[in-house]
């Protein structure tokens, strides 16, 4: 199947500083990736949605000036979590939309996520 | 809006019964559903998903999901239970946005534990 990676897949950091997560689809293209937030036991909460070449569009009440995105490519969305504060720790996932056929069939893989820890 | 609703946070089974994890839906229009297995500090993997057509899904691991359209529901099963089954499990519909965008929402999620 597809395979979609994220770099680092734990993180530990000071309050004040950004941290920046990778997210990649390693056989497939994606012009749209996704960017989740699972807290505890919790489903996740869709962030926002990165497609390569324009900006992301977040949902309402995250911060896009706090978590940037950037879709520079078809294989590749970064999410940076700015001046991160202990409230930001959470377990962060990616998901790439792969597209095939006519039809236009498509499947979201994710990524197997990112653990922040900020201190 | 799209919704789905998983109405168990647990389902505990014996190895080698059939297990069911349920989930019910709530779309309007043509429902895109999906189920997602989550492994402890892992991301999602998709499981099965129906678009259109049989009613019956077969998916990865033995999984199956039958599409209800009278009870809104789309059930997880699986024939024979395995322990290596034990993990959280997600249902998802997928919502279309207009001009070709889409989120998928997700349920709470169910937690899968299989007694050996």
């Known amino acids: 199947g597809a395979v979609v990676s994220q770099h680092p897949s734990w993180v530990i950091c000071k309050s004040g500083t950004s941290v920046k997560i990778e997210c990649r689809s390693l056989?497939?293209?994606?012009?749209?990736m996704f960017w989740y937030r699972q807290f505890p036991k919790q489903s996740l909460m869709l962030m926002a949605t990165s497609n390569e070449g324009s900006k992301a569009t977040y949902e309402q009440g995250v911060e896009k000036d706090k978590f940037l995105i950037n879709h520079a490519s078809l294989t590749l969305s970064t999410l940076t979590v700015t001046s991160a504060h202990p409230e930001d720790s959470s377990f962060y996932i990616c998901?790439?939309?792969?597209?095939?056929?006519?039809?236009?069939?498509?499947?979201?893989?994710f990524g197997p996520g990112t653990r922040l820890l900020v201190l | 809006a799209q919704s789905v609703a998983q109405p168990e946070d647990q389902v505990n089974v014996a190895e080698g019964n059939p297990l069911t994890v349920k989930c019910t839906y709530s779309v309007s229009g043509n429902p895109y559903l999906f189920w997602y297995v989550q492994y402890p500090n892992r991301g999602l993997q998709f499981l099965l998903k129906?678009?259109?057509?049989?009613?019956l899904v077969k998916g990865s691991y033995g999984f199956e999901a039958e599409f209800n359209k009278s009870q809104t529901s789309f059930h997880l099963k699986k024939p024979s239970a395995l322990v290596s089954d034990s993990a959280l499990y997600f249902c998802a519909v997928r919502d279309l946005l207009g001009s070709g965008t889409y989120k998928y929402i997700f349920g709470t999620g169910t937690r899968l534990k299989v007694l050996a």
């Open positions: 998901s790439a939309r792969r597209t095939r056929g006519l039809a236009g069939q498509e499947t979201q893989y």
């Open positions: 056989d497939f293209q994606a012009t749209t």
């Open positions: 129906y678009i259109t057509g049989d009613n």
